[in-house]
């Protein structure tokens, strides 16, 4: 059995003040588990320090490339000479506000992989592909061209997190049933494409997670945990989902 993921993507928030703070606040609680595990996905200026207090650090973003003239991005290799663990690849807010299209992300992929490095694969729908129904469709084309030259071998790297774009920062959350059939849907896609071992590959859902709704959520089958962004900027509420998981 793999741990369960507990994820804080703080997306551009906190100043290092803040954040100093935040590991002070997160040091009063009790993490310990050894069924569950937290991840933190700072702004890369952080990683350094806080690889030290925490066993899993990761970056929100990178380029694929290894190095040379790409004024203002990070590499994989030199997040990881910091300590970044993983990587987030296909959150909406890249893909909506930073253009980043399928062809990208499947590129941001091939990187984290060739690299061996875990990376966490976010995809969701928005709204009116949900109301119109196409929802399933269009997740199966955003996973199936994200993973279309990932090997099986890789599969430990692998981690998914369907975050619904109506629900990202919204207060909106998916139900228990609209949450169980799309995380039934990815497994089957996942074991259609990688066969048996992908029934191994954790599934996190995303999306206005909070004390209020985190234990519905939870419940549902398939759902390994969760990437927080709103609830996770505060170590209280943090911990209150870390509770609850
Ligand atoms: C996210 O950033 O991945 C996210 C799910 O944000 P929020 O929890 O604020 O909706």
Sequence with gaps: ??????????????????????VKKFNGFN???DTKEVRVYPSALFIPMLQNNFSHVGAQNFYYEPSGAFTGELSL?????????????????????????????T?????????????????????AQREGKTHLHFIEQQLKSALSSFDRSKLSL?????????????????????????????RS??????????????????????PENAASIFSCPEVAGALVGGASLDPHVFHQLWEQL
């Design 1 to 22: 059995m793999r741990n369960k993921i507990l994820a804080a993507n703080w997306k551009m928030n906190l100043t290092l003040p803040e954040v100093e703070l935040w």
């Design 31 to 33: 993490w310990q588990s």
């Design 77 to 105: 290799e030199q997040l990881s000479s910091v300590g970044s663990s993983s990587v987030l690849i296909g959150h909406s807010e890249r893909r909506e506000l930073f253009h980043e299209d399928n062809a990208f992300i």
């Design 107 to 127: 590129q941001k992929v091939k990187a984290a992989a060739d690299k061996n490095l875990s990376f966490i694969l976010c995809c969701g729908e928005n709204l």
């Design 158 to 186: 692998l981690c998914i997190a369907y975050e619904p774009i109506w629900a990202i920062g919204t207060g909106l959350h998916a139900n228990a049933a609209q949450i169980t059939e799309m995380h039934a849907f990815i």
């Design 189 to 210: 896609l996942l074991l259609e494409l990688f066969g048996s071992d992908a029934s191994s590959v954790p599934i996190l859902y995303g999306g206005s997670v909070n």
